[in-house]
């Protein structure tokens, strides 16, 4: 099957520091990336959808200053979270499809991360 | 927007007992997932199953697209599935960005 590789997978930072999160699709080229926030005992969320070439879209009530996306090769995706706050410590996940739309989404191992 | 319904919330089973977990969506959709997120938060594909049955090992899912609801089947439990199944549709007919259930947390006791 199709892999996504997310790094890092886990990651402390300070408060008011950034940490960038990379998403990569190992085996097949994704024009269109995801990025999803999963807090303690809860379900995924999407937060973002990643366009190669072109800007990102945010969903309602995600700060696009916050989480800048940056989507520069058919490969690659990163997500930095600037400026970290403790309420920013979440479980980041990014996911792919190798075909496009209503194809099987296929999802990086997620980056913990921890804001002190 | 389509709402996704994921039942039982928790389940407990003995090994070696059958379950089977149920996803409900509320409009029409072209595809549907069934992942196991393991304890490290890894999303683990399980089955993509737009409509009718698939079968994997002791796992099964069986997707009826008209009557708008999913289910996944897994007999004779082990301790290693264990974890959070969570079913997901895409958010509209383009089919890019999906929206997840609540999930259903199992726990298999030896």
């Known amino acids: 099957g199709a892999v996504v590789s997310q790094h890092p997978s886990r990651v402390i930072c300070k408060s008011g520091t950034s940490v960038k999160i990379e998403c990569r699709s190992l085996?097949?080229?994704?024009?269109?990336m995801f990025w999803y926030r999963q807090f303690p005992k809860q379900s995924l969320m999407l937060m973002a959808t990643?366009?190669?070439?072109?800007?990102?879209?945010?969903e309602q009530g995600v700060e696009k200053d916050k989480f800048l996306i940056n989507h520069a090769s058919l490969t690659l995706s990163t997500l930095t979270v600037t400026s970290a706050h403790p309420e920013d410590s979440s479980f980041y996940i990014c996911?792919?499809?190798?075909?496009?739309?209503?194809?099987?989404?296929?999802f990086g191992q997620g980056t913990r991360l921890t804001v002190v | 927007g389509i709402q996704v319904e994921q039942s039982p919330p928790d389940l407990i089973l003995q090994e070696g007992a059958n379950s089977t977990l149920r996803c409900n969506f509320s409009?029409?959709?072209?595809?549907l997932q069934w992942f196991h997120q393991n304890p490290w938060g890894q999303l683990i594909n399980l089955f993509y199953?737009?409509?009718g049955t698939k079968q994997n090992g002791r796992l099964s899912a069986t997707t009826v697209a008209t009557e708008r609801y999913s289910l996944l089947y897994i007999s004779s439990s082990q301790t290693t599935d264990s974890g959070v199944y969570f079913c997901a549709v895409p958010f509209n007919q383009a089919g890019t960005a999906l929206i997840f259930g609540k999930g259903t947390t199992l726990s298999v006791s030896s």
């Open positions: 996911s792919a499809q190798r075909g496009g739309g209503n194809t099987e989404a296929f």
């Open positions: 085996d097949f080229q994704a024009t269109t």
């Open positions: 990643s366009n190669e070439g072109s800007k990102a879209t945010y």
């Open positions: 409009d029409s959709v072209n595809n």
């Open positions: 199953i737009p409509s």
